[in-house]
C-alpha cells in the first residue's frame, strides 16, 4: 500500500520490479494511502523502489516534467501476521517502508507531521 507526502502525484511505483499502483498527492494521512496491490512475494535485505513522479496539465503548461526516481532501502523484519507491506513516499525522494498485519500503517502517525 502506497502513501505520499508529497506535493505531486505518483504515477506508478513499483517495489522490486512488483508493480504498487499510483498515488494522488498528499495520500499519506493516518488513515488513508492508495490502492493495494497483491500477492508479492518479497525477501529480506534491501529492495529497490521505483516511482515516476506525475504531471498534471497546470504541470506541463509551466514546463514541468515527468520524473522517474529510484532507491535502494532496507527491507524491514517483519513479523508471521504481517501482510502488507506499506511504501510511504516522503519529500526530497526518500521512502520509508513497513509491515503491518493491516491496512493502517504503523509509521502513518509520525510521518503525517512531515
Not at 62 to 90: A, C
Not at 108 to 114: G, Y
Request: charged share 20%; proline share 6%; net charge negative.
Amino acid at each position: 500500500m502506497g502513501h505520499s507526502y508529497i506535493d505531486r502525484p505518483i504515477y506508478s511505483f513499483w517495489v522490486d520490479g512488483n508493480w504498487g499502483g499510483n498515488l494522488s498527492a498528499y495520500t499519506g494521512g493516518l488513515y488513508t494511502g492508495g490502492g493495494t496491490t497483491c500477492c508479492w512475494p518479497f525477501q529480506s535485505g534491501t529492495v529497490e523502489v521505483v516511482w515516476i513522479l506525475d504531471v498534471t496539465p497546470e504541470d506541463i503548461e509551466s514546463g514541468l516534467e515527468e520524473e522517474r526516481h529510484s532507491i535502494t532501502v532496507s527491507m524491514p523484519s517483519y513479523s508471521q501476521e504481517d501482510q502488507y507491506l506499506h511504501v510511504h513516499f516522503l519529500p526530497d525522494n526518500q521512502v520509508e517502508l513497513a509491515w503491518s498485519p493491516d491496512l493502517q500503517s504503523p509509521l502513518s502517525e509520525r510521518l503525517r507531521d512531515k
